[in-house]
């Protein structure tokens, strides 16, 4: 069977929890359309670095459908939920800009909305469950956080992706 392209349509999957490579696995079975940008991470386990494939958007899969696969996918046992693209034009342009830039040599990560002056939560690690205030970022992962502690202030830097917005 051929597909017109006119026919596909995008549509953002969001999965259940670490879950977005067995959904692109079972639509590639499936012949569906899966896009799942990912970036490498490189850990040290045991003196050995292996290298890891990462989603780049945790819990998300970039599906193109025709209008029957959409309840097949809807079913699916990895899919929490399936959104609707609107703009079809712009979010094409868009993952291939992501594919373009992942393409190159360089660290390419997504940046938790987390700016200067910001309200957080520490919701992991040591200091987990203290609020504080962003007083600097420091490249696309560290923050300096100010913590107030009865009329003194203190600072520390800690993993933007450790904190989450107040």
């Known amino acids: ?3 017109r392209v006119s026919e596909l349509r995008w549509f953002v999957a969001h999965t259940k929890p670490r879950r977005e490579k067995k959904l692109a696995g079972y639509c590639r079975r499936q012949g569906i359309a899966a896009t799942l940008p ?3 991470s490189a850990h040290k ?3 050995k670095t292996v290298v890891f494939q990462k989603p780049l958007f ?3 899969v970039f599906l193109q459908l025709e ?3 959409k309840d097949s996918v809807r079913q699916n046992d990895h899919v929490a939920k399936l959104l609707e693209v609107f703009d079809q034009e712009t979010f094409q342009r868009q993952l291939q800009d992501i594919f373009f830039a ?3 040599n360089l660290e390419v990560r997504l940046t938790p909305s987390i700016g200067e002056g910001m309200r957080v939560c520490i919701k ?3 200091l987990q469950g203290l609020e504080g205030w962003v007083e600097r970022r420091y490249g696309m992962t560290t923050v300096l956080l100010r913590l107030d502690f009865i009329n003194r202030a203190a600072a520390v830097k800690i993993d933007a992706d450790q904190l989450t917005p107040t």
């Open 1 to 3: 069977m051929i597909r």
């Open 58 to 60: 945790p819990g998300y």
């Open 38 to 40: 990912c970036y490498k």
């Open 124 to 126: 992991a690690g040591p």
């Open 45 to 47: 386990y045991r003196g």
């Open 102 to 104: 992942l393409e190159t």
């Open 67 to 69: 209008p029957g696969q």
